[in-house]
């Protein structure tokens, strides 16, 4: 069978071959798929990543393009009643029993809306008892079939879903896409169908109206049951089998029809804006056409899929040198080809750029130039064989890390199966045909791909410009369209693309030694000290197969010879060092000197740390090494690159003012860290006196003498490889004996208790109220879970009484923290931040709520024993998964190395001892006394 696979492979890769010829492609035999007599459909596999837990999903061929127009907002509305009682599991029950399993509503349990779909999750269920499985697909059932719907419910959400439209409606970018949905799609109905629905409606519909929309499309034929994890799949089916089995077919045919997004000959363009767009932002979608349905799951959807993927690739190269080239112009550039914003029926082309007030014309000019100038004179074959480097190392690492694929990846895959359709090889499948594919995808392909979607014609164009401002700008759709329409194809050029291969260093360092060697049994790593000074600490593990993970910390950072005019430099040195020159080559120059490898080197820069980070493939790790090695000793201008991130912030400060969001974020940075200059936001004086020379000066005193660095190397390598690579790149690093600490610089949370209140125009009127608390606290294991603690069950007490019980917000974030000081010597502090949206009559009320609620948790009597359990429960479950990721451990012995204090073992023990009377304890000394500070941003009058 394998031997007559392979010869209908080889057969099939040789070209693209008509629909007729064509078998369809094999179907991953670990996965089972089925469908019941009422129409059901279901996939089940067996997972163990991560071990002892269980995913399950129910997808719904149903969103809101099926709703009627009284119905505007119900599709969304009934996805939120699925959590305020069903059959089963009555009031909120549902959510407090999953909880106390330790499946947390919102980061285990959720659900969207859509246009053309509503899916809803259960995450990372506790695998270990039958029961909880055997209950997950109860909620499933009723879900799909025994809703509630009872009147008290719905109206109690209608002001839940006020508080979400509110908060979506309080974006200048939501804003506008409602309103230029119904030009961009003209007689489709996508354009009168956002998910979040009419206010008008959501507030005001009869109960019925809600009951009559479930009745009408939440039916077995629609939906698919989805379990993946640590499951018995014969188990799981069986049960399926039987809840299900009674939920009869529907005796009315509503099957429901695609909505098709019709071709437009001429080119569509909308200029839409607001008052609170931050800058001018351009995009230009080039609708094609979907896979003929006789190439759909065989092997010319695997070469289209290629095809497509390759172009956007080359695409986005030229689209980078275009940014650089154009200097001010754009920036921010982006490049896709997937679904046409709302619509799953039809996909699309998508280039966006941000420009400058009175530069969109320009801008649209050069990127549908540049998509011309592709169609025209096609790709060259230096592009494509960097494109295809690429695309074979994504292919490589993601079939060397398939067995970590996780319950998650899965079931979100075969929800886009039974929505899309398509093809479900293996992943081994699937590298065996792509590796074939991607040998013999040509020139010809690529370039007659972007000829079938760029057209010389401008049909099926459709371009969107979102501006700051009201209803005066100049700009307007046929200026938009005339800047498209008027590339001059012929004065076109073909694109030139030279070929790079000058070595990543000129010439190789002189290597060190590694003098000292330290093994440390609590963790299971080893510490080798170089030559130079550097320390660097090791632990193996295979937690990401074939992934290698380093992380490097040194002490002083600004702080060493902090001098606040420099406040400027310091806010854009870590922008300038991600995009600047190092060794004689531009940042363009180094990832296309890397095509092909899987690496990543970032160097940072705070207030009490000079840090880098990198990521690589295990074979790729000397060239992580190399790019290391580097960016730390070879910094160079490019005065191109800096110039466009100067340009970018002050696009972004010219307007920033206007928009809610940012004011308050800026705000909150500035009034938490009680005014420092380094909270202060920069202004355009600021950026006009930004010396480059200074931040280049910065990053060679940083990174100049490297002695007192401690490396943190966790992953799949082979140690006696690393040994040399770390002698060779590691131990050459330059060190003159310098060893540092942090200094105070007066970075410090805010003292005392005050409340600030503020106003700025608004679009849709809301408050935001914002709540810092800070407070004193030793950094240890215990206080880390305490205050871990502390703040789930804050959050969770303002969920129940903001949400559920009164209906004023959508959501509330708030987390509790212990972590070590930030200035030097600083003792180490408890923050808890609290932001919850709400209308503006509600904001005296919701601070005081606030602090009252963390102020009753210093009585152990209103924390009960059940939902303290809940959060215990989630905790422990996160903890387990934690400790199969390489980054928590970096996390981990760089605590360990820097304070000494043992983050990891211990851990199961003291969440499992925690009890109401602890957290009030550590209320009554840590939140009773804290600081806070309590930010209103309101509309102005």
Request: hydrophobic share 40%.
């Amino acid at each position: 069978m394998k031997k007559i696979f392979k010869s209908l492979l080889a057969l099939a890769l040789l070209s693209p071959l008509t629909s007729g010829a064509l078998n369809k492609l094999p179907v991953d035999s670990d996965v089972r798929i089925g469908t019941l007599p009422n129409g059901l459909t279901y996939y089940i596999r067996h997972n163990d990543t991560p071990a002892n837990c269980a995913d399950f999903f129910i997808a719904q061929r149903v969103g809101s393009v099926n709703e009627e127009d009284n119905q505007r907002g119900l599709a969304h509305f009934l996805e939120h009643m699925c959590f305020n009682g069903t059959k089963h599991f009555p009031g909120n029950s549902l959510i407090s029993y999953l909880e106390s399993i330790g499946v947390k509503f919102g980061a285990n349990l959720n659900a969207y809306t859509s246009t053309d779909e509503t899916v809803y999750n259960i995450c990372d269920v506790p695998a270990t008892r039958q029961s909880s499985l055997d209950s997950c697909l109860l909620i499933l059932r009723d879900w799909s079939h025994d809703l509630t719907l009872a009147d008290a419910d719905i109206d109690a959400e209608r002001g839940v879903i006020k508080g979400e439209w509110r908060q979506r409606q309080g974006t200048a970018n939501n804003r506008m896409l409602e309103k230029a949905a119904p030009i961009i799609y003209g007689d489709s109905k996508y354009g009168q169908r956002m998910p979040i629905g009419l206010m008008s409606i959501v507030e005001n519909f009869p109960y019925d109206d809600l009951r009559d929309y479930y009745r009408r499309w939440y039916y077995p034929e629609n939906q698919c049951v989805i379990v993946v994890g640590d499951v018995n799949p014969d188990v799981i089916e069986a049960k399926i089998k039987q809840l299900w089995s009674d939920v009869e077919r529907p005796s009315f045919n509503v099957t429901p029809a695609k909505e098709l997004v019709p071709d437009n000959a001429a080119i569509i363009a909308t200029v839409q804006s607001d008052p609170e767009q931050v800058n001018p932002v351009v995009q230009i979608f080039i609708k094609h056409d979907d896979l003929p349905e006789g190439d759909v799951n065989t092997i010319n959807e695997l070469r289209r899929e290629l095809a497509r993927d390759l172009v956007v690739d080359m695409l986005a190269e030229r689209l980078t040198d275009l940014e650089t080239a154009t200097g001010t112009l754009m920036n921010a550039v982006a490049i896709g080809d997937r679904q046409f914003l709302l619509s799953r029926s039809r996909d699309a082309l998508m280039v966006r750029a941000a420009t400058s007030t009175g530069r969109e014309e320009e801008c649209v000019n050069a990127l549908a130039s540049e998509l011309q100038r592709a169609a025209v004179h096609g790709f060259t074959d230096v592009e494509l064989k960097r494109a295809k480097l690429d695309e074979r190392a994504k292919l490589d690492n993601q079939f060397t890390s398939r067995s970590k694929t996780t319950n998650t990846q899965y079931a979100r895959t075969y929800v886009r199966h039974y929505l899309d359709g398509g093809a479900l090889p293996s992943q081994e499948q699937y590298y065996k045909m792509m590796k074939g594919v991607l040998s013999q995808v040509g020139i010809d392909e690529v370039n007659d791909y972007i000829r079938s979607v760029v057209k010389p014609d401008g049909s099926n164009v459709v371009l969107l410009a979102y501006l700051p401002g009201g209803n005066d700008i100049a700009m307007t759709d046929a200026k938009l369209a005339a800047a498209y329409s008027s590339v001059d194809l012929a004065s076109l050029t073909p694109y030139e693309a030279a070929e790079i291969s000058s070595p990543i260093l000129a010439s190789m360092p002189a290597a060190g030694k590694i003098v000292a060697e330290e093994t440390y049994p609590l963790f299971g790593s080893t510490v080798w000290t170089l030559s130079n000074g550097i320390r660097v600490h090791l632990k193996k593990t295979d937690h990401n197969p074939d992934r290698v993970y380093i992380a490097a910390y040194s002490p002083g950072g600004f702080s060493a010879g902090y001098d606040a005019d420099l406040a400027p430099e310091y806010h854009l040195i870590n922008d300038v060092l991600a995009a600047g020159a190092y060794g004689g080559h531009t940042a363009t120059e180094l990832r296309r000197i890397t095509a092909g490898k899987s690496v990543r080197v970032d160097l940072a820069v705070d207030n009490m740390e000079e840090r880098i980070f990198a990521t690589s493939a295990t074979s790729d790790l000397p060239v992580a090494m190399q790019l290391l090695h580097l960016k730390a000793t070879q910094p160079e201008r490019d005065d191109q690159a800096f110039n466009s991130i100067i340009e970018n912030h002050r696009m972004k400060l010219s307007s920033n003012n206007a928009n809610p969001t940012f004011t308050m974020a800026d705000s909150i940075h500035y009034y938490v860290y009680d005014r420092h200059p380094l909270g202060a936001k920069l202004s355009l004086d600021d950026l006009n006196r930004v010396s480059y020379d200074r931040i280049i000066a910065m990053h060679r005193d940083r990174y100049g003498d490297m002695g007192d660095f401690d490396f943190y190397i966790i992953g799949d390598f082979d140690t006696d490889s690393l040994r040399t690579l770390t002698e060779q790149y590691l131990a050459s690093l330059p060190s003159a004996g310098r060893r540092e600490k942090a200094q105070d610089i007066g970075y410090h949370y805010v003292k005392g208790r005050e409340h600030m209140r503020f106003t700025t125009p608004m679009e849709t009127p809301q408050t935001i109220a914002y709540t810092f608390y800070n407070s004193p606290c030793d950094y240890n294991l215990t206080n880390v879970i305490k205050g871990h603690a502390f703040g789930s069950l804050v959050q969770s007490a303002l969920l129940k009484d903001l949400r559920e019980d009164r209906g004023w917000t959508y959501s509330i974030k708030a987390h509790g923290g212990v972590g070590a000081g930030m200035n030097g010597d600083d003792p180490s502090n408890f923050i808890m931040p609290v932001y919850i949206r709400v209308s503006p009559e509600n904001a005296d009320s919701t601070f005081a709520i606030v602090a009252a609620t963390a102020d009753s948790l210093a009585d152990p009597a209103n924390i009960s024993d059940d939902e303290l359990l809940k959060i215990k429960q989630y905790m422990l479950k996160s903890y387990a998964q934690n400790a199969e990721d390489n980054n928590y451990w970096i996390t981990v012995l760089h605590m360990y190395d820097k304070f000494g204090r043992d983050m990891h073992n211990g851990y199961t023990d003291i969440v499992e001892s925690l009890t109401p009377a602890d957290i009030a304890d550590f209320a009554r000394n840590i939140i009773l006394p804290a600081n806070r500070i309590q930010l209103e941003m309101s509309p102005a009058e």
